[in-house]
């Protein structure tokens, strides 16, 4: 990636340096008190804004659309736009799993066509993996898709599908191959949201939100070049999907631009918590402060280990799972650390329609999400058993078994 | 140990490896263990291999293998742990470390330490106590003329009993200071102590009106407090490596030994409750060997943050490494709380290490001190 005529680092950042400062207003102010959809049609405005100015897309492809630079650029640009008001809400999964999975499976068509298109803001992707019938056993896909002269249609659900109401396309596993064994039979597509038989419900999650939607395909026609990979080889598109999003979950992705989370689902500002209850000098309190302070910089480190062991080929993509498993133990102790340290003052508000340290308590009843969301940590459990440890692998009742003869549950 | 080791490093790995193979089996180590210690005449071989070179810059005789000498020593203490071999590894580099802040001016006894003629050793626990950076359990007096007269005590000293010279970490009306004691100077004794681990052995040291001259000050003032703070970041980065040596040795003994025992009829390797407690552990483990590189690199490049990272360090790996072998004891059943077994042998090692230079609650006082002043 790196060559002779490569912009040396220092020289990048010192340029993003000036261009920011120049260009974006300052992170916190603009964004606070949007509305959903506001906050994506703001994304599109900075990506646009970020890609005239030459500092979009640092790790893709100059073919494509991007810069074609390395992950250290990646990491001296993160650094220069922590203080920016950026659009953070693109990284996971628009940049950094469905781009880059079209980069990895896209025909040469395919990735032309789309990925230029990403990386300028103008179309926003997330994926459709998940059905409802079925949550970690993600191959057990139902959705099918059916050849209809030179078209595919497609019928079925899907659901967990983050920013669906948000997105212009979605990578869709189907199943076009009943006959053959469950991973063996399925097909991956880029599939357009906005066109007639997808119908896109938003999911109400218990901390209030609604990012997740649950998604319907009725006779939903897609031309033949919407394959992505090839057909009855979508679990292979859909393997890497996986692997991006671990890679990007774990911290080790080089397609997110600025920080990962948006705002708002970062962890808990404890030291705040702490002064407000009055209990910054509690040795109680300052141990659980430096808990999660060494959490924090321990899930840095570890993704950082994992991230370069894999890059160098020393480990298995499979490790992956490592800093996955991690960052959700990472969540639970900055979850737990703020309930401790709020207190009784956890389970109510400052006011009737300002939730106050009680943020504290509502963001406890979504603790188990960094424990689901992409994969959840059991799966990663056997993953690192299994690829990583070369543990047995459990007994499965569909494994070399036609699909269509798989015992399912009623729904 | 850290990913993408230089070829030099891989070499000089190999050769630890290799030397540790040879001379640290397991029955040789309980022959010593019993003895009380080690043979000096290994220790001088090991620092003809640079475990003692690493500290000292070349200037002084010392080297590095890598130019990053806390990376360096690392490598050696994870094959310390991971052959849970005795030898004053953390306390000989915590002594060097302090000693080359001075210039050349003990460079006469950084050499005899250097080539194994000299054991030192670093007295500076108030007995009994935690860990203080400034303990006032020993007073250093002026003399007139200059030096001081040093009176106290210190124990967890590490190797005290076979030490030949002591760095003494005491307080002066005029702040603190470190000071060269001869093991054998007029008014020092040292009693050796009782050591949960078997494999390294510890002493209480008395100090009574001993005189010490100005050539044998160290440090003084400011100088003391920063060589007092880089000897401890030092020591307690290799003690993480050490424990990081010793989880390794026994996560292989352990997934071995699940393949191997049967029940049921089928291998404890597959059974899901099981396997998903090794995938905790190997998370786990690759968690403590981040955060110890990141203190070892963060030391070698004098990061801002360095303090910080070795304290980040020293938590994570002194509250999972003991927590991962107790797992492994549960995971071997009741041989694995017997005598015969090594398990107990490294839990010792990382108890040890886990106890020393800050225990995890120690360090993270210090973090949060640290994530105070930041916030301020």
Redesign the interface.
């Known amino acids: 990636m790196s060559s002779a005529d490569t912009e040396p680092v220092e020289g990048f950042r010192l340029r993003a340096r000036r261009w920011l400062k120049e260009n974006l207003p300052p992170a916190g102010a603009a964004s606070a008190g949007l509305t959903d959809e506001a906050v994506w049609r703001r994304a599109r405005e900075l990506q646009a804004l970020l890609h005239a100015g030459g500092f979009a897309g640092i790790c893709f492809p100059s073919a494509y659309g991007g810069l074609g630079l390395t992950r250290e650029h990646q990491r001296a640009f993160n650094e220069e736009a922590a203080a920016y008001e950026m659009p953070v809400v693109l990284n996971i999964p628009d940049f950094s799993i469905c781009a880059a999975t079209l980069l990895d499976q896209g025909s040469e068509e395919l990735k032309r066509r789309y990925i230029p298109r990403i990386i300028s803001g103008e179309d926003v992707w997330c994926q459709f993996l998940s059905e409802p019938g079925g949550g970690s056993d993600l191959a057990g896909v139902i959705t099918r898709a059916e050849r209809d002269g030179g078209d595919w249609v497609v019928n079925g659900a899907k659901i967990w599908s983050s920013a669906a109401y948000a997105a212009d396309y979605g990578l869709c596993l189907t199943r076009t191959n009943w006959d053959l064994t469950k991973h063996a039979g399925l097909t991956m597509f880029a599939m357009p949201t906005r066109v007639p038989g997808v119908t896109i419900r938003r999911i109400q999650m218990v901390d209030g939100s609604a990012e997740f939607c649950q998604v319907y395909f009725d006779d939903v026609r897609l031309p033949a070049d919407s394959v992505v990979g090839a057909v009855d080889d979508g679990w292979t598109t859909a393997s890497r999907q996986l692997f991006h999003e671990r890679d990007s979950m774990g911290g080790g992705s080089p397609y997110i631009s600025g920080t990962r989370m948006r705002p708002g689902t970062q962890g808990p500002r404890l ?1 705040d918590i702490a002064r407000r209850t009055g209990r ?1 000098d509690d ?1 109680v309190v ?2 659980e ?3 999660v ?2 959490m924090d ?2 899930a840095e ?2 993704a ?3 991230g ?2 894999i890059a ?1 080929g ?1 480990m298995e993509p499979s490790a992956g799972s ?1 800093p996955r ?2 960052a959700a ?1 990472r969540m639970w102790a900055q979850y737990d650390a703020a309930m401790r340290i709020a207190g009784a003052a956890a389970v109510t508000g400052s006011s009737a329609d300002d939730a106050g340290l009680g943020q504290a308590g509502l963001r406890y009843l979504s603790r188990q999400g960094a424990s689901l969301g992409g994969g959840s940590t ?1 799966m ?3 993953i ?3 690829r ?2 070369g ?2 692998r ?1 007994y499965a009742a569909d494994r070399g078994v036609p699909y269509r003869d798989v015992k399912r549950g009623p729904n | 140990m850290d ?2 080791l230089t070829p030099d490093q891989r070499t000089f790995l190999a050769a630890t490896r290799d030397f540790l193979d040879r001379t640290a089996s397991g029955e040789r180590l309980r022959e010593q263990a019993e003895a009380g210690g080690f043979d000096r005449a290994w220790w001088s071989q090991a620092a003809e291999l640079g475990w003692t070179a690493m500290a000292v810059p070349e200037s002084l005789g010392g080297g590095t293998v890598s130019g990053e000498p806390v990376a360096d020593l690392c490598l050696v203490a994870e094959e310390l742990g991971r052959h849970r071999a005795p030898g004053p590894l953390l306390s000989t580099s915590a002594v060097l470390t302090g000693l080359v802040r001075s210039g050349d001016a003990h460079a006469e006894e950084i050499d005899k330490i250097l080539t194994g003629e000299h054991l030192a050793t670093w007295a500076v626990y108030r007995p009994d106590q935690g860990w203080a950076p400034l303990p006032d359990a020993t007073t250093a007096r002026p003399a007139p003329g200059g030096g001081y007269v040093v009176s106290g005590a210190a124990d967890r000293v590490e190797y005290g009993d076979l030490a030949d010279v002591l760095l003494v970490t005491a307080r002066s009306p005029d702040g603190p200071v470190q000071v060269l004691v001869p093991r054998a100077a007029p008014g020092v004794t040292v009693a050796p102590t009782w050591s949960l681990d078997a494999t390294r052995t510890f002493a209480r040291v008395g100090l009574v009106d001993v005189a010490v001259t100005p050539a044998a000050v160290v440090h003084e003032g400011p100088d003391a407090e920063a060589a007092v703070e880089a000897q401890l970041l030092t020591a307690a980065t290799l003690a993480c490596a050490e424990m990081c040596g010793a989880v390794a040795a026994m996560f292989a003994t352990t ?1 071995t030994w ?2 191997d025992r049967y029940t049921f009829g089928r ?1 404890l ?2 059974y ?1 409750a099981l ?2 407690r ?3 552990d ?2 786990w483990y ?2 403590c ?3 110890t ?2 203190a070892a690199r963060a030391l070698d490049s004098a990061a801002d943050d360095a303090a ?2 070795v304290g ?1 360090a020293k ?2 790996v002194g509250d999972k490494a003991p927590e991962m072998l107790q797992d492994f004891v549960q995971l071997h059943g009741g041989l694995g709380v017997t005598w015969e077994h090594d398990l107990h042998l490294f839990l010792r090692r990382v108890l040890c290490d886990r106890a020393l230079y800050g225990t995890p ?1 120690e ?3 210090r ?2 001190a640290i ?2 002043g930041r ?1 301020a």
Do not use: C
């Open positions: 030291l910054p040795p300052r141990d402060l430096a808990r302070r060494i910089v321990v480190q570890v950082g280990r994992i370069a062991a160098s020393a490592i498993l991690f133990e059991e990663a459990r056997n690192i058993s299994e990583v440890l543990m047995p459990e | 990913i993408g997934l699940m393949s291998p390797a597959s899901q396997k998903h090794m995938a905790d190997k998370t690759e968690a060997q981040a955060t590189w990141g910080e990272l980040v938590a994570y609650e360090h993270r006082r973090i949060a994530m105070a916030a």
